[in-house]
């Protein structure tokens, strides 16, 4: 399906799909996979389309296409109110997630100068970059990094971020064992934990 689409049939994957494909391939491709729904994402005919493909690349899970993913939001090849679509899917996967967290520390000057803080976008972006966090280490990495920076504008946002970390930390504490013994009886979990 997918290789029909990109040789040029455009009825290979209908539209309704076409994001749920493209997170698929992106997720088990590579470069090549990346570079083809990049250039969906450059040469589509419409928004829907466009923005189907970008908001599928944080789907890869490869750390050279994280960086490119990662380069696309501050770049000129994406407006400034869409600058959360390439990053959302981020979210998706553990170097992903990690990734976020590091770009949003590096950009953070660009990002509150791109993306005033009486804005909503900015709020958006901090809680798309910390609210898929598992742990109370991480917890204590975003308290400290806001602390010495205004949150006016977003600090609800932050809130709630850090509010979602906590309740997984504590869902964690409570049910991993349970859910990794079940996940382990059924043949799910083969070596390793969660």
């Known amino acids: 399906m997918f290789g029909k689409f990109s040789n040029g049939d ?4 209908h539209p309704n799909i076409r994001g749920s494909v493209y997170g698929i391939v992106l997720s088990n491709g590579g470069e090549k996979e990346y570079d083809i729904i990049l250039d969906e994402y450059r040469t589509a005919k419409n928004a829907d389309e466009r923005n189907t493909a970008l908001r599928s690349l944080g789907r890869a899970k490869d750390a050279a296409l994280i960086k490119r993913t990662l380069q696309l939001p501050l770049s000129d090849e994406v407006k400034e109110q869409d600058i959360y679509l390439p990053i959302g899917a ?3 996967h553990e170097a992903g997630i990690e990734a976020l967290w590091q770009w949003l520390q590096e950009n953070w000057t660009t990002l509150e100068k791109k993306l005033p803080p009486g804005l909503s976008m900015l709020g958006s972006v901090v809680q798309i970059c910390t609210s898929s966090f598992t742990k109370q280490e991480q ?3 975003i308290t400290r990094f806001f602390k010495e920076r205004s949150t006016k504008g977003f600090d609800q946002g932050l809130a709630q971020s ?3 970390i906590k309740a997984k930390v504590s869902w964690l504490g409570r049910d991993k064992g349970d859910v990794e ?3 382990k009886e059924n043949g799910y979990l083969s070596e390793g934990k969660l």
Not at 10 to 13: D, G
């Open 10 to 13: 455009r009825n290979a994957i």
């Open 90 to 92: 981020l979210r998706s």
């Open 139 to 141: 917890i204590d990495d």
């Open 162 to 164: 850090l509010d979602a």
């Open 181 to 183: 013994a079940w996940l």
